[in-house]
T-cell receptor, first 116, second 117 residues
Framework: AQTVTQSQPEMSVQEAETVTLSCTYD???????LFWYKQPPSRQMILVIR??????QNATENRFSVNFQKAAKSFSLKISDSQLGDTAMYFC?????????????FGKGTHLIIQP | GAVVSQHPSRVICKSGTSVKIECRSL??????MFWYRQFPKQSLMLMAT?????????EQGVEKDKFLINHASLTLSTLTVTSAHPEDSSFYIC?????????????FGEGSWLTVV
C-alpha cells in the first residue's frame, strides 16, 4: 500500500512571495504518477500539476513547479509570485502506473493562506 | 478539458431514507470511476472503485450494502446511500479516469453535500 505524507497542516505567506509545500510518499512501485491538487472553498478539486515518476525532468505549469526527488521519495510544490486566488487546500496524491482499478491516494493536505 | 458532472450538489434527506448521487463523464468514456468521502477539514478518503459492467470494489471498512454503487454505462456511475443516518452526512466526490491511453488523467466532479436529518 502507498502512503502520502504532508507535514505542513497550514502555511501562510504574503502575496507575491514564493512558497514551497512539502510532500513525501512511500511505495514499493517503480513506476507511478504524482499529483498536486488544489481545493478552494468551493470544494472543487483542481489539478495543479502532475509528474510521471519515470521522467527526471521536474514538471512546471506557469507559476507552479515541483521538485521531484525519486530516491528520497519527495515531491514538493513551489508556487512563485503567489496570488490571493492561490489560497486553498493543497493535496499531494499518488497513483500507480497502469491505472486499472487503482485510485488516488491523498495526503492530509496543507491549508495555504495568501495574505494581502 | 474533460468534465465530470456530479448531481445533486446538495441534498438533505430524512434519517432512514435512501439518496442517490450521480456522477457523469460528459465528454469522455470512463471505464473506471472512483467515489471519495471527505469529512470537514480532512483529506479525501477513497470509498470504492466503480467499474463499468461489473461490481464495485470497496475499500476496507466501507459497507457495501450501505453504499451501493452502480456503473451502468461508460458515462454514468451512481452512489446510493441506503438507510441514511446523520453520521453519513458528509461531502462525497466522484472522479473518473479518462481512459488508459491518455496518461491516466483523473477528473473530479463538483462534489455533493449530503445532510441527513
Amino acid at each position: 500500500a502507498q502512503t502520502v505524507t504532508q507535514s505542513q497542516p497550514e502555511m501562510s505567506v504574503q502575496e507575491a512571495e514564493t512558497v514551497t509545500l512539502s510532500c513525501t510518499y512511500d511505495t514499493s512501485e517503480s513506476n507511478y504518477y504524482l499529483f498536486w491538487y488544489k481545493q478552494p472553498p468551493s470544494r472543487q478539486m483542481i489539478l495543479v500539476i502532475r509528474q510521471e515518476a519515470y521522467k527526471q525532468q521536474n514538471a512546471t505549469e506557469n507559476r507552479f513547479s515541483v521538485n521531484f526527488q525519486k530516491a528520497a521519495k519527495s515531491f514538493s510544490l513551489k508556487i512563485s509570485d503567489s496570488q490571493l486566488g492561490d489560497t486553498a487546500m493543497y493535496f499531494c496524491a499518488f497513483m500507480k502506473h497502469g491505472g486499472g482499478a487503482d485510485g488516488l491516494t491523498f495526503g492530509k493536505g496543507t491549508h495555504l493562506i495568501i495574505q494581502p | 478539458g474533460a468534465v465530470v458532472s456530479q448531481h445533486p450538489s446538495r441534498v438533505i434527506c430524512k434519517s432512514g431514507t435512501s439518496v442517490k448521487i450521480e456522477c457523469r463523464s460528459l465528454d469522455f468514456q470512463a471505464t473506471t470511476m472512483f467515489w471519495y468521502r471527505q469529512f470537514p477539514k480532512q483529506s479525501l478518503m477513497l470509498m470504492a472503485t466503480s467499474n463499468e459492467g461489473s461490481k464495485a470494489t470497496y475499500e476496507q471498512g466501507v459497507e457495501k450494502d450501505k453504499f451501493l454503487i452502480n456503473h451502468a454505462s461508460l458515462t454514468l456511475s451512481t452512489l446510493t446511500v441506503t438507510s441514511a443516518h446523520p453520521e453519513d452526512s458528509s461531502f462525497y466526490i466522484c472522479s473518473a479516469r479518462e481512459g488508459e491511453g491518455s496518461g491516466n488523467t483523473i477528473y473530479f466532479g463538483e462534489g455533493s453535500w449530503l445532510t441527513v436529518v
